[in-house]
């Protein structure tokens, strides 16, 4: 054990540090294994090189160092810790809010605590900010914060997380849930259900859900209509006699049109019964009266007989017969020309008469034009298809 030494004792013979003097801290490897000796003594050369040139010892230069990393340290851990607390918005996160709310930046609705929300990409709120139109809006606003460059757009987007206006949000698996005694939640068809994520980047892949609703003077207006309304209601007694007489006649008036809808549900109902067996299929009178039309459409038309298993099958056909020629005009690359569509015939002549199916390719003369006798023409059956408008 004496004979070899402490590891101290063989830094002096490779131009480490003497005994008794500063000893700098070496870092370790990324496994932690140690140094070899001439690593430790390169390390030594590089920190006394750094300390002459700013003109101080190696000491206070390795100590400024220490006080960096601890400052650093102390800084992430603060950052990382640190929770975002609720409280007023900043006027200049408003601002941004405000302008973001603007832009098209292609909102979906999501679900987020059984309530729906607005979400956006991160990417398309970037190219707002980034626009020249940004910029024009900054020279009528003041508050909207410098954008220049794609780090000052991410500042300026941070501002909205920070402020409590819109948070990134994540969609949840609906297969997996904990434990065994949880249901699964109620999903909306065709709706994301979302949770907000802890840490609120500001990736270009990354979504926001808008907790930020605007401007809210529309709803305390209506707020303040209902109010007006029920408080009107409640002093019904006190209104002036004339208003009175006037909401009784105009409840009166109501009350005779519902009759009247009643009475004109119940006459066409009897006049169907009556023709059902007098003139089958039937007659109705206003047959729109229950559908869903606008009120001058469900007049229109006057009377219509009761459509049978026959109609409805014509329906159907003439429908299959539309989707048919739309299908087929795609398939030819152009739109269905307006009017009768001429369809070659597709029937072959039978081989032992080539002669017959040279004439009859030949063109043909029409009109007042003569046929010359002992030639047979036939002419090929022509087909119509309605103009179909894309959607």
């Known amino acids: 054990m004496a004979e070899q030494g402490p590891p101290p004792q063989e830094g002096p013979s490779q131009g480490g540090p003497p005994p008794g003097s500063f000893q700098i801290p070496v870092p370790l490897g990324p496994n ?3 140094p070899t000796q001439e690593q430790i003594r390169q390390i030594h050369m590089q920190l006394a090189a750094e300390a002459q040139k700013q003109g101080i010892s190696i000491q206070e230069y390795v100590g400024r ?6 400052e650093q340290q102390q800084r992430a851990q603060q950052q990382h810790q640190q929770p975002i607390e609720p409280g007023p918005p900043k ?6 809010a405000n302008w973001l709310k603007s832009q098209d930046l292609k909102l979906r609705t999501v679900v987020h605590d059984e309530k729906r ?5 991160v990417k398309r709120a970037m190219r707002a900010l980034q626009s020249p139109a940004y910029q024009k809006a900054r020279s009528k606003n003041p508050l909207l914060p410098e954008v220049t460059d794609r780090a000052s757009a991410e500042n300026c987007f941070k501002l909205l997380p920070l ?3 819109a948070l990134r949000v994540t969609k949840i698996d609906e297969d997996a849930h904990e434990g065994h005694n949880h249901a699964k939640p109620k999903r909306v068809k065709g709706l994301w259900t979302v949770k907000i994520e ?3 980047d500001a990736n270009d892949d990354n979504y926001y859900i808008w907790l930020y609703e605007g401007s809210q003077w529309k709803q305390k207006l209506y707020a303040a209509g209902a109010l007006v309304i029920v408080i009107a209601i409640v002093l019904f007694p006190l209104w002036p006699l004339m208003l009175r007489q006037g909401v009784w006649y105009v409840s009166m008036g109501m009350l005779g049109l519902i009759g009247l809808f009643f009475a004109m549900a119940i006459v066409r109902l009897i006049l169907f019964i009556i023709t059902i067996f007098a003139a089958p299929p039937g007659l109705w009178l206003y047959p729109n009266l229950f559908e869903d039309v606008g009120f001058f459409d469900s007049f229109r038309p006057v009377w219509a007989w009761q459509e049978t298993p026959e109609d409805v099958k014509a329906k159907k056909a003439a429908k299959k017969e539309k989707k048919a020629a739309k299908s087929a005009a795609k398939t030819t690359g152009g739109k269905p020309k307006k009017g009768p569509v001429d369809v070659p015939a597709t029937s072959a002549a039978p081989a032992s008469a080539p002669a017959a199916t040279n004439a009859d390719s030949a063109p043909q003369p029409t009109g007042s034009d003569t046929i010359p006798a002992g030639t047979v023409t036939q002419r090929p059956p022509r087909a119509t298809v309605e103009e179909v408008e894309d959607e």
Do not use: N, W
């Open 32 to 34: 932690g294994e140690k």
């Open 117 to 121: 929300k607005d979400m956006f990409r």
């Open 65 to 70: 160092l220490r006080q960096q990393a601890m």
């Open 198 to 200: 802890q840490h609120q």
């Open 91 to 96: 006027p200049e996160a408003i601002a941004v």
């Open 163 to 165: 402020s409590l206006l």
